[in-house]
């Protein structure tokens, strides 16, 4: 056996994860669906010039994908699956944590929450097309869109119904402003 063999022979074993095209396909489709949906939420955060758009976005929801997809691979048993899964949460939020900023000395102006969370469902919609629960996570990707975008116009159509807030700060989206005082109500910000 020469040289050529020795390596043509081990790059065959270091290939041999994928046994069959069906295996292949699977997990293609479950990587491209993860980067899809992820691509999905992360174009209506960078639409909104957030910091966490796109490509963060695609990047969570492979990597979720790829830490469920790989163990589930290896035939780790469904019991440890938890594990990993629990990792991967705890990790996401570390990285959600660096989204969030509180901007001067008032309590109340924290920025970053809603993309946190973007990002915290996008692991979560990773993590469903990586075992292979597609119609789960593209139904989550698309209640998600849905909140981020109706729910700031719903919350201002509620309030022309019910009037401002009876408590301050009873919600940071309807809190009652001198923009909606003068002018009417607006379309908050969202972060």
Not at 72 to 100: K, N, Y
């Amino acid at each position: 056996m020469d040289w050529w063999d020795i390596v043509a022979d081990t790059l065959a074993a270091e290939f041999s994860d994928v046994p069959d095209l069906a295996q292949l396909v699977r997990i293609v489709v479950r990587l491209l669906l993860a980067a899809l949906l992820g691509l999905l939420l992360g174009s209506e955060r960078e639409y909104e010039g957030k910091a966490a758009g796109v490509r963060t976005h695609m990047l969570v929801a492979i990597g979720s994908a790829l830490f469920v997809l790989v163990p589930q691979q290896a035939g780790i048993e469904p019991a440890d699956m938890s594990r990993v899964i629990q990792g991967l949460v705890a990790g996401v939020g570390f990285l959600c944590a660096g989204t969030i900023l509180k901007r001067g000395r008032n309590e109340e102006h924290v920025e970053g929450l809603t993309t946190a969370a973007g990002l915290w469902m996008t692991a979560a919609i990773g993590m469903a097309c990586g075992l292979g629960r597609e119609v789960t996570a593209i139904l989550s990707a698309l209640l998600g869109l849905a909140v981020l975008q109706a729910m700031p116009r719903l919350v201002i159509w509620v309030s022309r119904l019910t009037g401002p807030p009876r408590r301050p700060g009873a919600s940071s989206a309807n809190r009652q402003t001198p923009e909606l005082r003068e002018d009417g109500p607006r379309l908050p910000p969202r972060d």
